[in-house]
Structure formats: structure tokens, C-alpha cells
């Protein structure tokens, strides 16, 4: 679906210098969980056990956790936003397959 490759290859574009500040391997910490690998354009994403955090709720509860990960945390939202950009639009376009935001 070409109007759908443009769409997503408008969502990677919009998010270009984002995504250079991002590493290519994020650790925050976890000792297991499942491997996730992201792929948008160029940019390859290596994460153990992404998730989503509210950093100042970190900051405020386990300040010893927010220190060493505080900008892993702000690349794995980083990350699960884009990512659940794209899935929206594969969404909107119906294409046979639903993709969950992570």
C-alpha cells in the first residue's frame, strides 16, 4: 500500500533527529524479559524488556533506579511512542493485520 509506506516513511522523517540521539542498545537494567528490536528506516533499536515509565515517578521513588537510567528511560518512551505512531497508521489503513501498542 504505497499511500501507507509514505505515511510511515512521514512518521520515521518526523522523528529523524530523535531517533540519531537514541543508541542502538538500550539497558535499562533488567536481568530478563523478552528481546525487542525495532527497525525504523537506518535507525536498528536493540531493547531488553522495553517499557513505558514516568520518569519523575521513578525520580521520586527509587532515585537510586533514576540515576544510572534516567536516559534509557527517555529513549525506551522515546522508542514505544514512535513505534505505536506507526501501529496507528498500519491500524487506520486496515490492511489484515492489528498491531498492539507496546
Not at 533527529?17 to 525487542?36: A, M, T, V
Not at 531493547?47 to 540515576?67: G, K, L, M, S, V
Request: with cysteine.
Amino acid at each position: 500500500m504505497p499511500e501507507l509506506a509514505r505515511r510511515i516513511c512521514a512518521i520515521i522523517e518526523g522523528h529523524l533527529q530523535e531517533l540519531k540521539s537514541i543508541p542502538g542498545e538500550l539497558n535499562n537494567g533488567s536481568p530478563d524479559g523478552s528481546h525487542d528490536c525495532f527497525g525504523f528506516g537506518e535507525k536498528r533499536i536493540s531493547a531488553w524488556h522495553i517499557q513505558r515509565t514516568d520518569p519523575a515517578e521513578i525520580r521520586h521513588h527509587n532515585p537510586r533506579y533514576y540515576e544510572p537510567f534516567r536516559d534509557n528511560m527517555k529513549y525506551e518512551n522515546s522508542v514505544l511512542d514512535i513505534y505505536d505512531e506507526i501501529a496507528r497508521e498500519i491500524n487506520r489503513h486496515n490492511v489484515g493485520v492489528q498491531m498492539d501498542s507496546l
